[in-house]
């Protein structure tokens, strides 16, 4: 079997798409976490654009269908949560982060530029965290 040129390999990549098993843990994941970062169930169904009701319904158990975007949501939300990991030593102040208010963010909390409700707003926090990350 011969290798692919790195640039070849590269551009060829395309990830395997999320399994609904998997989207399924990463939004039981995804609830706990909300939870360490005193999000409501309000805003958490923001985050994952669902109506209200549907989240509460997902909450106590009953996890419908994920749909692409909800993957890329929960991937976005767990990929932040690594980042902070990585980023402080002490949990609590990486929960803590999502609500403090952000030069890089214009003065606003992670949380309220997430809260815009779009996937971008959830990318635009993780890349933010994802530079922090590689400027060490």
């Known amino acids: 079997m011969a290798l692919l040129p790195v ?4 551009r060829n990549f395309v990830p395997d798409p999320i399994t609904d098993g998997e989207a399924a843990a990463m939004f039981r994941a995804a609830v706990n976490l909300f939870r360490l970062w005193r999000i409501t169930d309000e805003e958490a169904a923001v985050l994952i654009d669902l109506p209200a009701r549907t989240y509460a319904r997902w909450k106590a158990g ?3 269908r994920i749909s692409r975007d909800g993957k890329a949501r ?3 939300l767990m990929g932040i949560h690594k980042a902070l990991r990585l980023i402080f030593s002490e949990p609590q102040r ?5 609500r403090r208010p952000n ?3 214009g003065g606003r909390s992670a949380l309220e530029v997430m809260l815009g ?3 971008t707003d ?3 926090v993780r890349r933010l965290l994802d530079a922090e990350r590689g400027a060490w």
């Open 62 to 64: 009953q996890v419908g």
């Open 103 to 105: 030069g890089d963010l």
């Open 7 to 10: 640039e070849t390999a590269h």
């Open 117 to 119: 409700g779009e996937l």
């Open 122 to 124: 959830l990318m635009r």
């Open 74 to 76: 929960l991937s976005n």
């Open 94 to 98: 990486g929960y803590d982060w999502i």
